[in-house]
């Protein structure tokens, strides 16, 4: 198993001055460039500590908000992928259905790759509704424009002995010839996120790595969709690396103090949603099933305890995300057996994506979170045996043939306010 520290870089002194929005409108006079900086710092330091440990990092990109500075996450792969010396960065992600020009993330993605002499994972996603007011697209079609640029993006990164032109429903060039080439051949690791069964299933016929955000016990349907779908195209079971999960992480030594680190990061779930209404469910971001989900209550903040207890992610205690297994803490021997068993929950699961820092947790608490999950967490992690992955695609192909798969498992695309990266 790999685990990546993951911050959204917060600018949390706002949260507490946002007069009901922390998205979109809350004005940037709010924003100290001064105490901006020395976060911008803070975060890239623990990443330093991070590389040193031996974990790997994650970054993401938001646009318009408090809850992540992170606007041009280029800036930040670039800044890493000169001051780290091991880890592989991971950008989780690039929200390409967004984004005017996809030559230009190829040529930013491949110039990444070399200067961190390739440690770069590239994940690209659709991004949460609150992106297309500051992006300027239109919400309909959104994934068929991620498509597109997705498909192009490859095509770009692994021709190299021709110049090439495209003609697409959404992007046109006359000729392609990408400056550097990456490093790693055929081209970085590909990732991305869901929360559909449907885009599951795809993304394994795809064989891309496949990550979800804080789904909790709803996660197993969406891996055994992705593992039928990897079946059906290559004939063999994935592994455990091709599935990735992020979860938030409080440990240390004292049980009580490792609570009120739990408390802290929760802080993530109940600021990122804060949004204006009009911008939470812009027309055409959802299909009208899944609507007419959202109408019913049926979709996120809404969580499930292992036993089905119903929870909102916004409020619920540090335990009762523990519970739902949106929340790692506790002691390191606790937080070991929770990650293991939510792993055997999923069949197995090779790349925890750790928010290790989030809201007020002090640089200081965050350091001592990394220092005790390198040291006392991880080695026991990576020597785990991972489930049979042969047998338990059977199982998820053997269920699909007889009809037997559970109404979780038929989750939709939906608005995911809480963890919002996908």
Same mark, same amino acid.
Request: charged share 20%.
């Given at each position: ?23 979109? $409108? ?33 970054? $993401?990109?938001?646009?318009? #908000? ?6 041009? *996450? ?13 880890? &592989? ?27 961190? &002499? ?13 992106? %297309?007011?500051?992006?300027?697209? $239109?919400?309909? !079609? ?9 498909? %192009?993006? *490859? ?25 550097? &080439?990456?490093?790693?051949? +055929? ?28 789904? !909790?016990?709803? #996660?197993? +349907? ?8 990897? *079946? ?7 592994? +455990?690396?091709? %599935? ?20 802290? *990061? ?131 192909? @053997? ?6 798969? +559970? ?9 995911? @306010? ?5």
């Amino acid at each position: 198993m790999k685990v990546y520290q993951f911050t959204e870089q917060p600018y949390y002194p706002a949260w507490q001055d946002h007069s009901g929005s922390l998205r979109v $409108n809350l004005l940037n006079r709010k924003c100290d460039p001064h105490v901006a900086a020395d976060l911008f710092h803070r975060y890239y330091d623990e990443w330093q500590v991070a590389d040193e440990l031996g974990l790997d990092i994650m970054l $993401n990109e938001h646009h318009q #908000t408090a809850t992540c500075m992170s606007s041009t *996450v280029v800036v930040g792969l670039s800044v890493l992928s000169r001051i780290t010396r091991h880890a &592989r960065l991971l950008v989780l992600g690039y929200p390409i259905g967004h984004r005017p020009d996809p030559l230009r993330v190829a040529e930013e993605l491949s110039t990444i790759d070399v200067i961190s &002499r390739g440690r770069l994972d590239m994940g690209f996603i659709k991004g949460v509704p609150y992106e %297309f007011p500051a992006s300027n697209q $239109n919400p309909v !079609g959104v994934m068929d424009r991620w498509w597109e640029a997705l498909d %192009f993006i *490859v095509k770009a990164m692994t021709t190299h002995d021709t110049l090439f032109n495209w003609e697409g429903e959404y992007f046109n060039y006359r000729q392609v010839n990408v400056w550097p &080439r990456c490093w790693q051949q +055929p081209h970085p690791p590909i990732w991305t996120t869901t929360g559909s069964s449907t885009q599951a299933r795809l993304l394994g016929e795809r064989g891309y790595v496949m990550a979800t955000l804080g789904s !909790g016990y709803n #996660t197993r +349907p969406l891996y055994d969709s992705y593992r039928r779908g990897f *079946v059906g195209k290559w004939g063999k079971a994935p592994g +455990p690396d091709r %599935f990735a999960y992020l979860g938030l992480v409080g440990v240390a030594k004292d049980r009580d103090e490792a609570r009120r680190r739990g408390e802290l *990061v929760a802080g993530y779930l109940r600021s990122s949603g804060i949004v204006h209404l009009p911008f939470r469910n812009p027309p055409g971001f959802l299909s009208a099933e899944d609507n007419a989900r959202l109408m019913r209550g049926e979709t996120p903040p809404r969580s499930y305890t292992k036993d089905r207890r119903v929870i909102s992610m916004h409020s619920a205690s540090a335990e009762d995300l523990v519970a739902a297994g949106i929340l790692f803490c506790g002691t390191p021997d606790e937080v070991y057996e929770q990650i293991v068993d939510f792993c055997q929950y999923c069949g197995g699961m090779g790349n925890l994506l750790m928010m290790g820092h989030a809201g007020y947790l002090s640089h200081e608490q965050t350091v001592d979170n990394l220092k005790l999950m390198a040291e006392e967490v991880y080695p026991r992690l990576k020597a785990w045996q991972q489930p049979d992955a042969a047998a338990i695609a059977a199982q998820a192909v @053997a269920a699909d043939k007889q009809g037997s798969r +559970p109404a979780s498992a038929r989750v939709g695309d939906l608005v995911d @306010a809480t963890m919002a990266t996908r």
